[in-house]
């Protein structure tokens, strides 16, 4: 959007997810350490097992849902994981409903098949509509960029992380 800062974008040399699941293991890891403490409360949205796998070896808590079930419980949680699209709810509802459950500074991150150039803007999109800021986006690539050598890296997914603000108010703006 006009006038907003550019987001970081990094490079996540991970493994691909297998046919019908959202990640893959190294994904489920990199999400929980980097966006997380021990006890922190996890919300998990995702297709597999692979993000529980995660949640228990570093001794987090999880609840898992489906994205349209009734409630995510009543505790804050410091990060949703989500695939996209949704199966059937909409944008809207779906981001306001993250932002109600996210503690302060808590994250959700929406993972998306790479190759659609629209899709990362329509979700932080409607993302910054329910009041959440785009914090950053990652790319999950098969292969490694070498320094020096000009590598044709196999991106698989767009990682998009997404905050909700520190502060009381905390508008679009993050």
Not at 54 to 63: E, V
Not at 82 to 101: I, K, N, V, Y
Not at 119 to 139: E, F
Request: glycine share 10%; with cysteine.
């Amino acid at each position: 959007m006009s006038g907003d800062l550019p987001v970081p974008l990094n490079v996540w040399p991970i493994p691909a997810p297998q046919e019908g699941e959202t990640m893959s293991n190294e994904m489920g890891v990199r999400l929980v350490h980097n966006y997380t403490h021990p006890s922190d409360l996890i919300i998990d949205l995702v297709n597999g097992p692979q993000l529980a796998r995660a949640i228990i070896a570093a001794r987090r808590r999880s609840h898992l849902h489906a994205p349209r079930s009734a409630g995510w419980g009543r505790e804050a949680a410091t990060l949703i994981v989500t695939g996209w699209p949704l199966d059937d709810a909409s944008s809207a509802e779906f981001f306001h409903r993250c932002r109600a459950s996210l503690a302060p500074g808590g994250c959700v991150a929406v993972l998306l098949p790479h190759g659609d150039v629209i899709l990362p803007v329509d979700v932080v999109i409607a993302a910054k509509q329910a009041g959440l800021a785009y914090l950053q986006h990652n790319l999950a690539a098969d292969r490694v960029p070498v320094a020096g050598q000009q590598t044709r890296l196999a991106i698989h997914t767009d990682v998009l992380i997404l905050a909700r603000s520190t502060t009381r108010g905390g508008g679009a703006d993050g």
